[in-house]
């Protein structure tokens, strides 16, 4: 398959099925309050009452801001973790990493977002691709990260990257799916750092 990353750079330590590594619920939160406080600030100044939203690799907590979305659907690896996710109207679990293709309609979301998974994604091109196939016209991705991950399930492109170089790579992914850039936000507090990229669809 081409995608934006070689077979080296997609490689991971543990080439484990990712349904096993994440078979077990986890219910934690993989940064820390200052970059979840954030986030959800990041958020509200994108979002508005009536948007649909896809939480794309989520888990037990999205970190919405209290709009009265008109639908949420989350995506992810544990059916635990999503069916206690109170802000998911919906959820499906699938193995980004074996099939890119998303169960959703063309055009169906006016946001997707990302929260700090994107590092595990192995054909990270042909997913955005399909963030930008279920995304409106005008509709927004934001794609958000820090420098937490599980260093056996991030591919060697990230693992082997800097904070800054990890934005690129986004970029790279957007790029690759026709996905304008909209912002780039790099911010590095004493806590986790804070990194977003947002882009838009445009049509």
């Keep these: 398959m081409n995608d934006v990353l070689s077979d080296v750079e997609r490689a991971k330590v543990d080439a484990g099925d990712d349904g096993a590594f994440y078979g077990q619920p986890q219910f934690v939160t993989h940064a820390d309050d200052g970059f979840l ?49 109170d802000a998911l109207d919906e959820w499906f679990v699938q193995d980004l990493n074996d099939d890119q293709t998303l169960p959703l309609d063309d055009g169906g979301f006016d946001v997707v977002a990302c929260a700090l998974s994107v590092q595990y994604l192995q054909y990270p091109g042909a ?56 912002d780039v936000v790099r911010e590095r507090p004493q806590t986790d750092p804070f990194y977003a990229v947002v882009a838009r669809r445009e049509d």
């Design 127 to 182: 997913v955005f691709r399909e963030f930008e196939r279920v995304l409106a016209p005008d509709g927004v991705l934001v794609v958000s990260f820090t420098n937490r991950m599980f260093p056996t399930k991030a591919v060697r492109a990230w693992r082997h990257a800097s904070m800054d170089e990890r934005a690129d790579l986004v970029e790279t992914y957007c790029a690759a799916a026709d996905l304008a850039v909209a």
């Design 37 to 85: 406080d954030r986030l959800t600030a990041l958020y509200a100044s994108l979002t508005a009452d009536g948007d649909r939203v896809f939480d794309a690799m989520s888990s037990w907590v999205s970190h919405l801001p209290a709009r009265e979305y008109e639908r949420v659907v989350g995506h992810g690896l544990n059916a635990a973790e999503l069916d206690a996710n």
